[in-house]
T-cell receptor
């Protein structure tokens, strides 16, 4: 039981490049989330999904897209990376709604130069 | 919009002593949950404790307990008998229940706790 895994763990991009971060969970959770963590700002929700095939915007969705084609996977895409997107990205999943514990992945450190 | 405020960016405590981390939140709702999450240096976030707003009794998990003051919108975390493994960033979080389509947590900015041997 791997829990929540994220790929890759580190990445350096040049401004304008694109990339996709993959989150996978093996706990049969309905809800999945993408956060970014920046110094002094805590965790901010980018997008989330309440089930396979659904997505919704969080607090800071601009510049990101997501897809949840399979229940166990939640992809975060950056179409044209900007230095402001340098951050640590965390994926999380929960059984259902917010009353259930969110299980977090180990994070992806992204640097955009 | 709900906000969660952690006014202590950093705290330190002697090993085996007790420390309290503060959290306040702003909401007009009556049904919600509050959480404390811990992020150790390994970066992996884990849930420490959870409190349902409709429960007057404060939640407790071993050495961790909360002081939930609903009227004051305050939710502090007390760590008793602090251990070196408690060193981490602690995040307070708020989530509204029965909010279909808008299920998400709002996190505070975190408090970094240092344990002094």
């Amino acid at each position: 039981n791997a829990g929540v895994t994220q790929t890759p763990k580190f990445r350096v991009l040049k401004t304008g490049q694109s990339m996709t971060l993959l989150c996978a969970q093996d706990m049969n959770h309905e809800y999945m989330y993408w956060y970014r963590q920046d110094p002094g700002m805590g965790l901010r929700l980018i997008h989330y999904s309440v089930g396979e095939g659904t997505t919704a915007k969080g607090e800071v969705p601009d510049g990101y897209n997501v897809s949840r084609l399979k229940k166990q996977n939640f992809l975060l895409g950056l179409e044209s990376a900007a230095p402001s997107q340098t951050s640590v990205y965390f994926c999380a999943s929960s059984l259902r709604d917010i009353i259930y514990e969110q299980y977090f992945g180990p994070g992806t450190r992204l640097t955009v130069t | 919009a709900q906000t969660v405020t952690q006014s202590q960016p950093e705290m330190s405590v002697q090993e085996a002593e007790t420390v309290t981390l503060s959290c306040t939140y702003d909401t007009s709702e009556s049904d919600y949950y509050l959480f404390w999450y811990k992020q150790p240096p390994s970066r992996q976030m884990i849930l420490v404790i959870r409190q349902e707003a409709y429960k007057q009794q404060n939640a407790t998990e071993n050495r961790f307990s909360v002081n939930f003051q609903k009227a004051a919108k305050s939710f502090s975390l007390k760590i008793s008998d602090s251990q070196l493994g408690d060193a981490a960033m602690y995040f307070c979080a708020y989530g509204r229940t029965f909010n279909f389509g808008n299920e998400k947590l709002t996190f505070g900015t975190g408090t970094r706790l240092t344990i002094i041997p």
